[in-house]
C-alpha cells in the first residue's frame, strides 16, 4: 500500500525515483475504493493446481479480490473434472461484455506448435484485443506472454535444443520500476520451458522494456506500456514441489530429461527442493495488484477509454 505524503516534501521525488509507492494528499483524498475485478484465462491442463497458485499470490495483499476463472470457448480440458469447469469457468464469449481491472493468461504445454495450429488461436487474438478495450492491465505468462508478444510485437518463439529446465539467477534491470519495488539485484526464478525468446528481437520492438532478465534462458520480465501488459516467460507462480512433479512424471515415463538445475539440494533428487523465489512471487504479483489498485477507474466503464 502506498505511503501519503505531501507532493512538495523533498522526500516525495527521491522516493518516489526509487520506485517506492507514494501519493499526494490531493490523490489520497480523491480515492475511492472498490473490489478489483480480476480474470484469470487458464490454458493449463492442471485446472485446479493453476488456479490456486495464482489466486495464492494475488490473494496476499490487503485489497478486496473479485477472482474469476475464465477458459476458452470451445477447447475442452481432459485433465479437469467437468463438473469443477462448469461450476466454476466461465467460457470467453460469456465474460467478453464485462470490464476487467486485470487479466492474467497463463501458459499452455504447446510450446512445439506454431502459433496458427493451436486450436483455440483465433478465440485467443479475440482475447489479446479485447484487453485493449476492456481489460486495464493484462498479465501473459509463460506460453501466454509469448503469444501476445507474437500477436502485438509480431516477436516468435524459437526452439531451445535441450529443455530449460531448473531455477535459474536472473538480474533486475529496472530496480525503480513499481513492478520491481522491493526485488534484489539477483533473483532466482523457475524455468520449464522448450523455447526462448532473443533479447536482441524484443529490443528492436518499438516500446518493449526487459525488466528482468538471465544470462543463461534469455530475458524474463517484459513491460509493454502500449497495451498496459506485462509479459514473464519464467514461473514465479510455482509450488515448491511442481519441477519436482515435471521431472518425476518424464523420468516416469521413461522421455529423457536432465535434472532440474540449482533446484534439489546438491542437485540431488532424493532430497527435497527448496523454494528460493516465494518471497519475489509474492512481491511482484503484489506489486502488480498495487499498480492497478492505484490507477484503474473507479468506474469499471471507463476502463479502455
Known amino acids: 500500500m502506498p505511503i501519503t505524503l505531501p507532493s512538495s516534501l523533498p522526500a516525495f521525488d527521491i522516493l518516489s525515483d526509487e520506485g517506492v509507492m507514494v501519493m499526494s494528499r490531493t490523490r489520497a483524498a480523491r480515492q475511492d475504493i472498490r473490489p478489483l475485478r480480476i480474470g484469470l484465462l487458464n490454458l493449463m491442463p492442471k485446472k485446479i493446481q493453476t488456479e490456486t497458485q495464482f489466486a495464492r499470490l ?3 495483499t490487503p485489497l478486496q479480490i473479485e477472482f474469476s476463472l475464465i477458459r476458452m470457448t470451445e477447447h475442452e480440458t481432459k485433465n479437469t473434472a467437468a463438473e469443477h469447469m462448469a461450476e466454476f469457468y466461465r467460457p470467453f464469449q460469456e465474460v467478453k461484455h464485462e470490464r ?9 504445454p504447446i510450446e512445439h506448435l506454431p ?11 479475440e482475447v489479446f484485443d479485447w484487453t485493449q478495450t476492456n481489460v486495464y492491465h ?3 505468462v509463460c506460453w501466454g506472454g509469448m503469444a501476445m508478444l507474437w ?7 524459437h526452439m531451445l535444443p535441450a529443455k530449460a529446465f531448473g531455477c535459474f539467477r536472473h538480474r533486475n534491470l529496472a530496480p525503480a520500476s513499481p513492478y520491481l519495488r522491493g526485488f534484489s539485484d539477483d533473483v532466482l526464478i523457475p524455468v520449464s520451458r ?8 524484443v529490443d528492436a520492438a518499438e516500446g518493449l522494456r526487459t525488466l528482468v532478465a538471465s ?4 530475458p524474463c520480465l517484459i513491460e509493454d506500456p502500449a497495451h498496459r501488459a506485462l509479459m514473464i516467460v519464467n ?14 512424471r518424464d523420468v516416469a515415463a521413461g522421455k529423457p530429461i536432465n535434472v532440474p538445475r540449482n533446484y534439489y539440494p546438491d542437485d540431488d533428487p532424493a532430497k527435497t527442493p527448496l523454494n528460493r523465489w516465494r518471497s519475489h512471487a509474492h512481491l511482484l504479483y503484489g506489486n502488480w495488484i498495487n499498480e492497478i489498485y492505484q490507477s484503474t477507474p473507479y468506474d469499471l466503464a471507463r476502463i479502455g477509454q
Open 151 to 157: 500477436h502485438f510485437h509480431g516477436i516468435n518463439k
Open 138 to 140: 493484462t498479465f501473459g
Open 235 to 248: 514461473h514465479f507462480e510455482y509450488d515448491s514441489t511442481t519441477l519436482k512433479e515435471e521431472y518425476d
Open 194 to 201: 522448450w523455447t526462448e525468446l532473443r533479447q536482441a528481437e
Open 215 to 218: 544470462d543463461e534462458v534469455g
Open 115 to 125: 502459433y496458427g495450429d493451436v486450436t483455440y488461436w483465433d478465440e485467443l487474438t
Open 58 to 60: 494475488i490473494g496476499a
Open 100 to 108: 476487467f481491472d486485470g487479466l492474467i493468461i497463463t501458459g499452455a
